[in-house]
C-alpha cells in the first residue's frame, strides 16, 4: 500500500493566491482527515469526512478555507484567499473503520505552505 | 470535553538512558489512548495503542506505555534512548464513543538524544 499521498510536499505562493492541498486516502479507509501544524498551535484539526461526507468542520480557521471529497480516493483542502498566516504544514490522515474501535489514523508526509 | 497535556515540551537524554515522556488526560470515561511520532519532515506514525485489557502497551522501537486509570496517565517509555529516536512524540485521545474517530492530540514533546 503507498499510504496517504499528498501534492504537493511544498508550495510557495505570494499572498492574494489560490491555494489548493490535493490528498489521496488509503484505500478502503472510511475517513479523512485534515491538519495544521504550526510552531505556534501545534497540530489542529481542520475538518474530517466519513464516506465523503463533512462531518466536522468546525476547525476550519474562516471562510477563505474550504474542503472537498468528491470521491473515496480524492480530497482537496484549498485557501482563498492566501495569508502569510496561513504558512504552516498541512496533513492529510485517513482511518478505516473499525467495529468497535479505536480508529488508528494513517497520516501523509504533509505539505509545507510557505505564503508571502 | 476531552484534553490531552503532555508534560515538558523538550526532552533531553544521553544515549543509553532511560526515555520518559509523559501525558495526562482529562476524559469523563477512560478513552482510546495513542502515541504519535513525527520524525523531521515526516507525517505522525503511530507508535502504539491502549483499547482495553493489559494497560502495559508495548509499540515499535521498542517503546512501551503504561495505562494509569487512578492516575489518567498514559507515560511513553523506553530503556534504553538510541540516537534514531530523536524526534516529537504526541499522545492522542479518543473518545470510546468514538464519534468519526476523531484524535484530541497533545501539544507534543521534542525528544533529543545526546552522544
Known amino acids: 500500500d503507498a499510504g496517504v499521498i499528498q501534492s504537493p510536499r511544498h508550495e510557495v505562493t505570494e499572498m492574494g493566491q489560490e491555494v489548493t492541498l490535493r490528498c489521496k486516502p488509503i484505500?478502503?479507509?472510511?475517513?479523512l482527515f485534515w491538519y495544521r501544524q504550526t510552531m505556534m498551535r501545534g497540530l489542529e484539526l481542520l475538518i474530517y469526512?466519513?464516506?465523503?461526507?463533512?462531518?466536522?468542520d468546525s476547525g476550519m480557521p474562516e471562510d477563505r478555507f474550504s474542503a472537498k471529497m468528491p470521491n473515496a480516493s480524492f480530497s482537496t483542502l484549498k485557501i482563498q484567499p492566501s495569508e502569510p498566516r496561513d504558512s504552516a504544514v498541512y496533513f492529510c490522515?485517513?482511518?478505516?473503520?473499525?467495529?468497535?474501535?479505536?480508529?488508528?489514523?494513517?497520516f501523509g508526509p504533509g505539505t509545507r505552505l510557505t505564503v508571502t | 470535553a476531552q484534553s490531552v497535556t503532555q508534560l515538558g515540551s523538550h526532552v533531553s537524554v544521553s544515549e543509553g538512558a532511560l526515555v520518559l515522556l509523559r501525558c495526562n488526560y482529562s476524559?469523563?470515561?477512560?478513552?482510546?489512548l495513542f502515541w504519535y511520532v513525527q520524525y523531521p519532515n515526516q507525517g505522525l506514525q503511530l507508535l502504539l495503542k491502549?483499547?482495553?485489557?493489559?494497560?502495559l502497551v508495548k509499540g515499535i522501537n521498542g517503546f512501551e506505555a503504561e495505562f494509569k486509570k487512578s492516575e489518567t496517565s498514559f507515560h511513553l517509555t523506553k530503556p534504553s534512548a538510541h540516537m534514531s529516536d530523536a524526534a516529537e512524540y504526541f499522545c492522542?485521545?479518543?473518545?470510546?464513543?468514538?464519534?468519526?474517530?476523531?484524535?484530541?492530540f497533545g501539544q507534543g514533546t521534542e525528544l533529543s538524544v545526546k552522544p
Open positions: 491502549y483499547t482495553t485489557g493489559a494497560t
Open positions: 484505500s478502503g479507509h472510511d475517513y
Open positions: 490522515a485517513s482511518s478505516p473503520r473499525l467495529a468497535g474501535g479505536p480508529y488508528e489514523q494513517y
Open positions: 469526512f466519513n464516506n465523503n461526507v463533512p462531518i466536522d
Open positions: 492522542a485521545v479518543s473518545d470510546r464513543d468514538n464519534q468519526g474517530g476523531k484524535l484530541i
Open positions: 476524559s469523563s470515561v477512560p478513552p482510546y
